[in-house]
T-cell receptor, first 114, second 109 residues
Framework: GAVVSQHPSRVICKSGTSVKIECRSL??????MFWYRQFPKQSLMLMAT?????????EQGVEKDKFLINHASLTLSTLTVTSAHPEDSSFYIC??????????FGPGTRLTVL | GIQVEQSPPDLILQEGANSTLRCNFS?????LQWFHQNPWGQLINLFY???GTKQNGRLSATTVATERYSLLYISSSQTTDSGVYFC???????????FGTGTRLQVTL
């Protein structure tokens, strides 16, 4: 149980385009989902917290207009990187929680912006 | 915000050896989890352990909340244990986690 999927697993895009990443909880309802970013050989940094049906809460320094988060249902959250630039290239990981304090993580999405 | 430091940053072991990884945190927490990030990037839950001791096979963990540290023990290490081990802590009621700096483990034959 407690499986979280992400799609796509890998994406390469041109500078200036937008990319959408989906995060799904497959076998449980996630009242809260989290989005993290991880640069090579670094730790995970929380970008934002999203609760189903309400606006996401962004961490300090994260541009909410650049990283659009939607949590429209209890099983789906999306992160859209708008007008992506090479410095946005990173490993994006979502997690889901809701029934306990434990968070379950998706497999991650590797974004490369050319 | 809370600071989470892990040691050692890097560790190389021969298969079969034992190891202890440490996680120090700077403030009181009500949530502490250990994760293993495999070479493909997937984070795997190891323990939810805000206090006390737990064991799961060759792994065990102890958190001493009053002294603000947690330990992860790996016994009889295997090459599949390679990867990065993170502890992550939470405070308050928002369920947010702050990740530690990580310990990169390589187990060799």
């Amino acid at each position: 149980g407690a499986v979280v999927s992400q799609h796509p697993s890998r994406v390469i895009c041109k500078s200036g385009t937008s990319v959408k990443i989906e995060c799904r909880s497959l076998d449980f309802q996630a009242t809260t989902m989290f989005w993290y970013r991880q640069f090579p050989k670094q730790s995970l940094m929380l970008m934002a917290t999203s609760n189903e049906g309400s606006k996401a809460t962004y961490e300090q320094g994260v541009e909410k207009d650049k990283f659009l988060i939607n949590h429209a249902s209890l099983t789906l959250s999306t992160l859209t990187v708008t007008s992506a630039h090479p410095e946005d290239s990173s490993f994006y990981i979502c997690s889901a929680g809701g029934f306990t304090d434990t968070q379950y993580f998706g497999p991650g999405t590797r974004l490369t912006v050319l | 915000g809370i600071q989470v430091e892990q040691s050692p940053p890097d560790l190389i072991l021969q298969e079969g050896a034992n190891s202890t990884l440490r996680c120090n945190f700077s403030d009181s927490v009500n949530n502490l989890q250990w994760f293993h990030q495999n070479p493909w990037g997937q984070l795997i839950n190891l323990f939810y352990i805000p206090s006390g001791t737990k064991q799961n096979g060759r792994l065990s963990a102890t958190t001493v909340a009053t002294e603000r540290y947690s330990l992860l023990y790996i016994s009889s290490s295997q090459t599949t244990d390679s990867g990065v081990y993170f502890c992550a802590v939470g405070t308050g009621t928002a369920s947010k986690l702050t990740f530690g700096t990580g310990t990169r483990l390589q187990v060799t034959l």
